[in-house]
């Protein structure tokens, strides 16, 4: 009851954010960059943050430094999506978000020596996250492969959050794929839903880590991993501002280039992160040398298929003639 309560709450929610944005003119204008080409609300994602806040009121779990790193980390991307802010403020502010988080985990404490790379691995993250946000379905039809997975090792496996945490933020992402997972999406997630689905990602990914010290959990993000760092070593070839808006992410060349529906496209991102979970399923208990050998295939071949799909459209641009039907 409780859990339909909280569906209908957000459902409201979003359809009165949608009026205020309206109002308020904080919509995606297509651009030479952009995936669409009509006017859409930006900022959907609100209900992630909110879905977090009304939980812990909910249900009283104890992550109250997560929850206020999500609300910073939240709020300083809608003031983003409503007007640019400077690269500094953002970043600082990311970067105190995932202090509150370390906080949460006593990371200071117990593992010091872990700080660095583990601020280097949940802001590599976040950045891929909302990189990787350009086409309809993407963004919640990816998290919810992720969060549904993590659900069930919570679940069937190994214990790391509270049971309640993953559903709230489930239901949160059924309701926005209710309004993006479509042909016209209603809405985009913007950056306040985009990196704040994000830290909730790294915030449960970095608890189940820590609590079983099994790093090949990191296959829960293969995908997107592989997509993000491949292309910024791409862009670093080109001798590109890896900072700068781009459309070279292999999901925006089928989207784009390609013209594969984007439906399709989140789909196909999301069939394959779920079948790298399935896999992980079946092999976690076989040892570490067996699942540190699947990490290290899917990774490998996610690699070669991307390779594989970038050579063969620059092939086809460099030499289009060969690709005519006469």
């Known amino acids: ?69 999500l609300v910073l980390i939240a709020a300083v991307s809608f003031l983003d999506d409503v007007r640019p802010l400077p690269n500094k403020i953002r970043l600082g502010v990311h970067l105190l978000a995932l202090l509150f988080l370390f906080a949460q985990w006593n990371l200071f404490q117990q593992y010091p020596l872990l700080v660095l790379p583990a601020l280097i691995f949940c802001a590599g993250i976040i950045n891929a996250w909302n990189f990787m946000d350009g086409i309809n379905g993407i963004t919640g039809g990816y998290s919810l492969v992720v969060l549904t997975g993590l659900a069930f090792v919570n679940h069937f496996r190994s214990p790391f959050v509270g049971p309640n945490i993953i559903t709230v933020f489930i239901i949160s992402l059924l309701v926005f794929n209710f309004f993006n997972f479509r042909t ?26 820590l609590a079983t010290g099994d790093l090949a959990a990191i296959c829960f993000v293969a995908v997107y991993g592989v997509d993000s760092v491949l292309t910024i070593i791409h862009r670093l070839l080109l001798k590109e501002n890896i900072f700068q808006a781009h459309r070279k992410h292999l999901y925006q060349l089928l989207a784009n280039e390609r013209k594969v529906p984007h439906l399709w496209v989140s789909l196909l991102y999301m069939g394959i992160q779920a079948g790298i979970i399935v896999g992980y399923f079946f092999l976690v208990n076989q040892g570490t040398l067996v699942i540190g050998t699947y990490v290290c295939f899917v990774c490998a071949a996610l690699a070669m298929v991307y390779a594989a799909v970038k050579s063969k459209w620059h092939h086809l641009q460099k030499f289009p003639h060969k690709y005519e039907i006469s």
């Open 184 to 209: 016209k999406a209603r809405c985009f997630a913007g950056d306040v839903g985009s990196i704040s689905m994000a830290f909730v990602v790294v915030y449960l990914l970095g608890s189940l880590i």
């Open 1 to 69: 009851m409780i859990l339909l309560v909280l569906f209908s709450t957000l459902f409201v929610c979003e359809l009165l954010y949608f009026r205020l944005a309206d109002r308020w003119r904080v919509v995606d204008k297509p651009n030479v960059r952009s995936s669409h080409s009509t006017e859409t609300v930006r900022g959907g994602g609100i209900v992630f943050p909110l879905a977090g806040s009304l939980g812990f009121f909910l249900y009283g779990y104890g992550s109250h430094l997560f929850l206020a790193g």
